[in-house]
């Protein structure tokens, strides 16, 4: 059974500084993996899609990596802003079951 | 605009009370999803359905029931027999469930409380 960690939990920077936010999965087995963002008591915004056959995705300040024969992916978030306060979340898609898994995910505060 | 409206945004239910979740997509998509996200537990798959008049139990779709009459709406139901439905619940669409077509369009979200 696919199962989805994200690591740290939460996590608090200074404004400016560079973030990296963790995501591991059991079953290498995906066809993709996506990286979410969640405001407060919002539904989930896409940000980066990768494909298994892919290394990194980047969008702005945003760049995704995949590892998928060690099972772990990472978002990179470069000069943080107060406005990338929010929840996010990785899920992967693959094998079988048609699901998409998500991690728990990490919430993020960048104080100014 | 293209997109998933859910409704209400917010939600109370008595005890013994079903309350029914809208979920509206004008996207065309075929596949359409509802979730349960809890504090610290991430997103859960309630029921999914691939095509209209079909759908799937997801992992926790005790207490739970859903249509698919029209291929824009995917109503959910949470029954009196869900014990605990407190909740943030999501729904979600995709083009299909294919390798190619699974990616996952979200609405705003319903939170449901109990009274």
């Known amino acids: 059974k696919q199962e989805v960690t994200q690591i740290p939990a939460a996590l608090s920077v200074p404004e400016g500084e560079n973030l990296v936010l963790n995501c591991s999965f059991t079953?290498?087995?995906?066809?993709?993996l996506q990286w979410f963002r969640q405001d407060p008591g919002k539904g989930l915004t896409s940000l980066l899609l990768?494909?298994?056959?892919?290394r990194e995705q980047t969008s702005g300040r945003l760049n995704a990596s995949l590892d998928k024969s060690s099972g772990r992916s990472t978002l990179y978030i470069a000069a943080s802003q107060p406005g990338d306060s929010a929840t996010y979340l990785c899920?992967?898609?693959?094998?079988?079951?048609?699901?998409?898994?998500f991690g728990t995910g990490t919430l993020l505060a960048v104080q100014p | 605009d293209g997109g998933i409206t859910q409704s209400p945004k917010y939600l109370f239910r008595k005890e013994g009370q079903n309350v029914t979740l809208s979920c509206e997509q004008n996207?065309?998509?075929?596949?359409m999803y509802w979730y349960r996200q809890d504090p610290g537990q991430g997103l859960r798959l309630i029921y999914y359905?691939?095509?209209?008049?079909?759908?799937q139990k997801g992992d926790i779709a005790e207490g739970y029931s859903v249509s698919r009459e029209k291929k824009e709406s995917f109503p959910l139901t949470v029954t009196s027999a869900q014990k605990n439905p407190t909740a943030f619940y999501l729904c979600?669409?995709?083009?299909?469930?294919?390798?190619?077509?699974?990616?996952?369009?979200f609405g705003a979200g319903t939170r449901l409380s109990v009274l």
């Open positions: 996207l065309n998509h075929d596949a």
């Open positions: 990768i494909q298994s056959s892919q």
């Open positions: 079953d290498s087995a995906i066809y993709n």
């Open positions: 359905s691939q095509i209209v008049n079909d759908f």
């Open positions: 979600a669409s995709s083009e299909g469930t294919g390798k190619a077509k699974n990616i996952q369009y």
């Open positions: 899920a992967v898609y693959g094998g079988a079951t048609n699901k998409l898994i």
